[in-house]
């Protein structure tokens, strides 16, 4: 059941990260209820532009950063 229970709560974190990463905005009595949360967190991570390609983490403050080398080797 655990096993079960794991990919759900994967499921919906992933459901939850691509709301917000493709900007859908939380009511604030929404996100003030579940603030704190690992459900927030995933919210808020997609909503601030975070994610993850080829095991590198990507930000706002890190933006494609191996793009940029390769661009200065041309």
Known sequence: M??????????IYLRVYL?????QALPRRLRMAIAGSQLHRAWLV???GFFEQNGVAYNPAYPYAENATWLRSI
């Open 46 to 48: 997609g909503f601030l």
């Open 19 to 23: 709301a917000g990463h493709a900007g």
């Open 2 to 11: 655990i096993p079960l229970y794991c990919r759900v709560m994967t499921s």
